[in-house]
């Protein structure tokens, strides 16, 4: 049985301490109250959540993650992203895989991330997609298994609305 324990090292560097934290903590916020969250969601929300820094007034999200961005960018540009609903519905083993690809210098683990973190960046950049993703979030939080977590997911991010968003994401990515 796992004991939940969140350990984190303290930096010399305050703020790469704070992304490590609060990415960590996400990790274990998530499996709370969404123990079935997909990777691409836990994995995405988590970088995003990592690069907010604490301020007097509450968490700020001003410094997006232009390494992340120069990864979709480079990867479509060689036309091997992952396909947006391939990514979803990436298990465990999938979505941390150390292979190559072959006509890039990254790992598909290192490409994951890099999708994952910009979807999220993107449909968190306006209002609408936001309060999809907490409707999405909400209904995974009822999710009693895997297996119902595949349908979730379709109901909210089907291939009819991935067609529409996936142009949208991509010009969203070439703006860091």
């Known amino acids: ?29 998530a499996y709370r109250f969404t123990p079935f969250i997909p990777m691409w969601a836990n994995e995405g929300l988590a970088t995003y959540y990592g690069l907010a820094r604490p301020t007097s007034s509450g968490l700020l999200f001003d410094k997006p993650a232009a390494s992340y961005f120069r990864v979709v960018r480079e990867a479509g540009s060689a036309r091997a992203l992952i396909p947006p609903g391939q990514l979803m ?6 979505f941390y ?3 190559k690809i072959s006509n890039l210098e990254m790992s598909t683990q290192t490409l994951c991330y890099a999708q994952a973190y910009t979807l999220v960046s993107y449909i968190l950049s306006d209002q609408d997609g936001a309060a999809h993703l907490r409707t999405y979030l909400k209904d995974l939080a009822g999710a009693k298994n895997y297996s119902t977590v595949s349908a979730i997911s379709d109901r909210h991010f089907g291939r009819k609305m991935l067609d529409a968003m996936t142009p949208q994401w991509l010009t969203y990515c070439q703006k860091y």
């Open 89 to 94: 519905a990436m298990d465990r083993a999938q």
């Open 1 to 29: 049985r796992s004991l939940k324990l969140l350990v984190i090292r303290d930096d010399a560097n305050s703020s790469q301490t704070y992304e490590v934290l609060f990415h960590e903590a996400f990790h274990q916020f």
């Open 97 to 99: 895989s150390k292979e």
